[in-house]
């Protein structure tokens, strides 16, 4: 999950409209202030009704706007401030009502008016009955919004304050903070790109209820890709056994063995532009496996026969395709940049992220990495501990150097 202040320096307006979903945007406020962003609120009369502008103005340390002629705080024309102040504007929850006056030109009131004259990108998340939310009308007029660039943030489906059941209930929390994040906070410098990552543990099996794993939690691989999905990038996730959630936008191949991994990758291989290896797989699993729970009386002399697994990386390296970048990652427990310069060269990668288990606060679980990149230059670069999710944007940066 990201802690880092992604957010820092970013200006974020939301407007609020007169839904039941509004007392949801305190904790969407929230989250974006521990990101660091600055946010502040412009509320209909109507959303006063739900939440009071105290709430919003004490969540984000800002005056919230609701009256077009009230005494400013200061000498300004408010809706023009606001409009020029924010890097984006999310509508959520967007009433019928808000969606019909944004399509037809209609400002009446802070938000509508603040919302016509703002040059930012205008995010809209509807919320309301499903009857309304599929009128004839209303779709008319998310149309219509799209069609001028407008991002709906699509409603999702499930019961309703009013009983029903359908589409209509605001986005989850985490798909507005997401569509923020990814609106004002990175370049989008690998728009256009396919980036393959790999992340967490293969798991081989002993018999039906024994494996053979590691200690990955996922973690780091699945930063990159947060990361890489963040900068415009097209992702594909292969992930094994995790212990965190993949991140939004992101497509996600589930796989256990590391023969899955290697079919997964091999079938995207060619279209990927840049694919990443942070995955830790298992070199070796059982030479047969068992098809019934293996029995202490049954006569096992207490032996499991291993074979190799395919390496996935260095098949990668053989077949690379002219133009791609290949990033491996090197875990040792001794001799880490020896390994990892092996690694490099037999392998045939572009670079190589070297960890080491015994460094603290880093390799496998933690929040945090120590890494040493390694290119095939010769290039090597240590770098401090940081966030997965900052070792993640140091790499990418360098694969976007290379691109
Ligand atoms: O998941 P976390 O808890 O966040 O931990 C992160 C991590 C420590 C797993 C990660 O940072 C990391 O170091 N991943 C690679 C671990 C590993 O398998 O290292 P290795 O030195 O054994 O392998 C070198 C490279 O070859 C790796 O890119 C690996 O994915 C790849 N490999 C290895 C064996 C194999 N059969 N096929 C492979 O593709």
């Not at 919230?64 to 200061?74: I, L, Q, R």
């Not at 509807?126 to 991002?151: C, D, F, S, V, W």
């Not at 395919?310 to 875990?331: N, R, S």
Request: glycine letters at 6%; proline letters at 3%; charged letters at 25%.
């Amino acid at each position: 999950m990201l802690n880092d202040k992604i957010l820092s320096g970013k200006h974020i307006l939301i407007g609020v409209c007169g839904g039941i979903a509004a007392y949801k945007i305190p904790d969407l406020i929230s989250k974006l202030v521990k990101l660091g962003a600055e946010v502040k609120v412009v509320m209909t009369h109507a959303a006063t009704e739900f939440v009071t502008p105290l709430t919003f103005q004490s969540m984000s340390h800002n005056p919230v706007a609701v009256d077009m002629f009230s005494e400013p705080v200061a000498w300004e024309i408010r809706h023009i401030s606001l409009a020029q102040w924010t890097d984006t504007l999310l509508v959520a929850p967007a009433t019928a009502n808000m969606i019909g006056k944004l399509a037809n030109g209609i400002a009446d009131d802070m938000l509508s008016t603040v919302a016509m004259a703002t040059r930012s990108q205008v995010l809209v998340a509807p919320a309301m009955n499903t009857a309304m939310y599929e009128n004839a009308a209303t779709q008319a007029n998310i149309k219509t919004l799209k069609e001028r660039g407008i991002k709906i943030i699509e409603p999702a489906e499930g019961r309703l304050a009013c009983g029903d059941s359908g589409k209509g209930k605001l986005a989850d929390i985490d798909v507005l903070l997401n569509s923020l994040i990814y609106e004002v906070a990175f370049e989008k410098d690998l728009s256009g790109k396919k980036v393959l990552v790999t992340a967490g543990a293969t798991v081989e099996s002993v018999d039906p209820v024994r494996f053979l794993t590691n200690h990955s939690s996922g973690k780091m691989g699945i930063e990159i890709a947060r990361a890489a999905q963040l900068r415009g990038a097209d992702v594909t996730l292969v992930c094994g056994n995790i212990s965190v959630e993949t991140p939004m936008g992101v497509n996600v191949i589930k796989v256990k063995s590391a023969q899955d991994m290697f079919d997964a990758c091999v079938s995207h291989q060619k279209e990927a532009d840049v694919i990443i290896k942070a995955a830790a797989v298992a070199d070796f699993k059982p030479k047969d496996v068992a098809d019934n729970k293996i029995k202490k009386e049954g006569g096992f002399e207490g032996v499991i026969r291993l074979e190799q697994n395919p390496d996935i990386l260095k098949y990668l390296g053989e077949h690379k395709p002219a133009g791609q970048i290949l990033v491996g990652f090197c875990m040792e427990t001794q001799d880490l940049i020896e390994n990892a310069k092996k690694k490099l060269d037999k392998k045939n990668l572009d670079m190589i992220v070297a960890n080491s288990l015994t460094e603290p606060n880093a390799g496998f679980k933690s929040d945090t990495n120590t890494v040493t990149i390694l290119d095939k230059t010769g290039k090597i670069e240590a770098l401090d501990n940081m966030s997965k999710f900052c070792v993640a944007q140091e790499l990418l940066d360098r694969v976007v150097k290379c691109l």
